[in-house]
């Protein structure tokens, strides 16, 4: 007898899906089997659903000062929007300012998380400060207390970027300590001369964000990341890329026998720039980096998706309230904080413009959101895996849910939806953390604070 049997569903298994049983003691997966015979305490039926491992959201922000104010999520709301959309693992970014000390930053984020988060979280941490202070304690990071991966930004000039002296140092540190460095990819000094440019001819609304940051920045900034690779040895990943081009210049250095992975994040799979074109400054609601680009490039994300060129989808959740936030940039949109957060539409909206439209299939969806990222960040087969002994991190999915996005469903703080009025189609039914069921149908039903830190 096990304490809860998921029962007769389609079970995304390792390399294959069959209708099944999986049995739960404790935290971790104990059986799976496909007679039917599995009986349980709990039982949970799962006819005509389909059973996934927990999605993997690689790329999140929730306690972030950015721009001169911080995004409005605690890790309490943040991680029960993630979990009613599926999502019982995130990656979060540290981010600190220049003159934070890695070590403080790191136990700052941590011990906000610890308090309230209600899913299982790990970190990106990001390296702003780069002395011999930052040094010491980056590998002190990495050899006790389970950091496995950085963050730079080739972006944010004079607030986050890293000159290229210290970037190949710090590729160099990654290469030894064997840590992924995960970027932010555009070219920071041309996104500085393209605003300052634009904001002289009074271009000053939102609708510019996009043309001062177009798409062979970001592929300049790709190639600029893998050249560094290649010369240091380093593992990279970059971060939400948003157009074919930056995606090829890290396929080409891939085919080069660079280390390198590729994501995507859901907004620029599913809106375009015309979203960050919409009068009255509400494109504010739509102004993240790199920007929304041409609706083409959507079939150039998921071909890429559906190729395996890219590797995984995330967020980049960094929500900002459009009243009292994203209405700094009135007067420049150099001014409006970035950010569409998705952290709780991610799975949906996949399935949705995804699977729905024949873009990718089921599998790949698995893949991309959760079995993938589980592999590149080291938390492979224990997220990631409907297999014996994994964590018991569960969704029963029902493909036929028919709905719209909005706003009101919403768990995060933040004032709008970047998807209000969308047709969705999908919802994560029941959703299994560590063995208990913590979201139903859209409502979270879990403890709060009952996430655990993942070292890595
Ligand atoms: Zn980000």
Not at 59 to 69: A, D, K, N, S
Not at 145 to 160: D, M, N, P
Not at 161 to 190: P, R, S, Y
Request: net charge negative; glycine share 12%.
């Amino acid at each position: 007898m096990f304490d809860t049997v998921i029962k007769g569903g389609t079970i995304f298994g390792q390399g294959y899906q069959r209708i099944g049983d999986i049995g739960i003691t404790g935290e971790s997966i104990k059986e799976i089997k496909f007679d039917g015979s599995l009986e349980g305490v709990q039982v949970i039926d799962a006819t005509g659903k389909l059973v996934f491992p927990g999605f993997i959201d690689p790329h999140v922000h929730i306690h972030l000062p950015f721009m001169g104010t911080n995004a409005i999520d605690n890790h309490e709301s943040a991680t029960k929007a993630a979990l009613v959309g599926g999502t019982t693992t995130i990656i979060e970014m540290i981010c600190p300012g220049p003159d934070d000390e890695p070590a403080n930053a790191f136990a700052e984020w941590k011990g906000l998380a610890e308090e309230g988060a209600c899913c299982d979280y790990t970190f990106h941490l990001a390296v702003v400060r780069f002395d011999d202070i930052a040094k010491a304690q980056l590998r002190n990071l990495v050899e006790n207390e389970g950091v496995q991966s950085f963050k730079i930004f080739l972006a944010y000039k004079g607030a986050l970027d890293m000159n290229d002296e210290n970037l190949f140092q710090l590729m160099q540190l990654c290469k030894e300590l064997g840590v992924t460095l995960t970027a932010h990819c555009e070219n920071a000094e041309a996104v500085d001369s393209m605003q300052k440019k634009l904001l002289g001819e009074g271009k000053i609304g939102p609708e510019w964000h996009e043309p001062s940051r177009p798409r062979s920045v970001e592929a300049d900034g790709v190639n600029h990341l893998c050249s560094f690779a290649e010369l240091t040895g380093a593992t990279i990943y970059i971060v939400h890329t948003s157009c074919g081009i930056a995606v090829d210049r890290a396929i080409q250095a891939k085919n080069r026998g660079v280390h390198v992975g590729v994501e995507a994040v859901a907004p620029h799979l599913v809106l375009d720039k015309t979203y960050a074109e919409r009068p009255d400054f509400e494109g504010a609601k739509f102004v993240m980096s790199p920007p929304l680009r041409d609706k083409e490039e959507h079939d150039a994300l998921w071909g890429g998706l559906a190729s395996g060129k890219i590797s995984t989808i995330g967020t980049d959740h960094a929500p900002f309230n459009f009243k009292g936030q994203k209405d700094m940039g009135t007067g420049a949109f150099t001014l409006i904080p970035n950010g569409i957060p998705s952290i709780q539409e991610r799975v949906d909206l996949v399935h949705t413009y995804g699977v729905c439209q024949g873009k990718i299939d089921l599998q790949t969806m698995v893949d991309v959101c959760s079995t993938n990222v589980a592999k590149q960040f080291n938390m492979y087969p224990r997220k990631g895996a409907l297999a014996i002994g994994s964590d018991a991190d569960i969704v029963v999915y029902d493909p036929n849910f028919v709905g719209t996005f909005t706003h009101e469903d919403g768990l995060s703080k933040i004032d709008y939806s970047g998807f209000e009025g969308m047709e969705r189609k999908g919802r994560s039914d029941a959703v299994l953390l560590r063995g208990k069921v913590v979201a139903q149908q859209g409502k979270f039903v879990g403890e709060t604070g009952s996430g655990i830190y993942l070292p890595r």
